[in-house]
C-alpha cells in the first residue's frame, strides 16, 4: 500500500525556517523519486523540489534555489524538506508525492500523493 504523510507545517514569521517531512511507506520509498509541491489558495499546484530514489539527483524550482534543501533518510524512510529565509509567497499547502518514472519536475509524472501540510508565513 501506497503511503505518504507530510508533517512540519505551521506558522512562521517571515525569515524563520521549518522543515517538512514526508514519511513513505519503504516500497515507495525505495522505488520512488519524492518531490515536494506547494499549492497557494485559489492558485494551482507547482513544483517545488525533488530527489530521485538513489538520492543521487536533486531538482529545485528558481523561486527556493539557495533557500530550501530536500534530503532523505533511508533509515527512516523520510523525505525532508528544509526550508530557509521563508517569505509571504511560501505559503501554501505543500504535498509530497511519489513517481516511478519520468522527469521528477513535472507534475504530472507523480501518481501517489499526500495528504499535505499547511505553511503560512506572517509577514
Known amino acids: 500500500q501506497v503511503q505518504l504523510v507530510e508533517s512540519g507545517g505551521g506558522l512562521v514569521q517571515a525569515g524563520g525556517s521549518l522543515r517538512l517531512s514526508c514519511a513513505a511507506s519503504?516500497?515507495?520509498?525505495?522505488?520512488?523519486?519524492i518531490g515536494w509541491f506547494l499549492q497557494p489558495p485559489g492558485k494551482e499546484r507547482q513544483f517545488v523540489a525533488a530527489?530521485?530514489?538513489?538520492?543521487?539527483?536533486?531538482f529545485y524550482a528558481d523561486s527556493v534555489k539557495g533557500r530550501f534543501t530536500i534530503s532523505r533518510d533511508i533509515a527512516k524512510n523520510t523525505v525532508y524538506l528544509q526550508m530557509t529565509s521563508l517569505n509571504s509567497e511560501d505559503t501554501a499547502i505543500y504535498y509530497c508525492?511519489?513517481?516511478?518514472?519520468?522527469?521528477?519536475?513535472?507534475?504530472?509524472?507523480?501518481?501517489?500523493w499526500g495528504q499535505g501540510t499547511q505553511v503560512t508565513v506572517s509577514s
Open positions: 530527489i530521485t530514489r538513489n538520492g543521487g539527483s536533486t
Open positions: 519503504e516500497h515507495t520509498f525505495s522505488s520512488s523519486a
Open positions: 508525492a511519489a513517481s516511478q518514472w519520468g522527469d521528477p519536475r513535472s507534475r504530472r509524472n507523480y501518481n501517489y
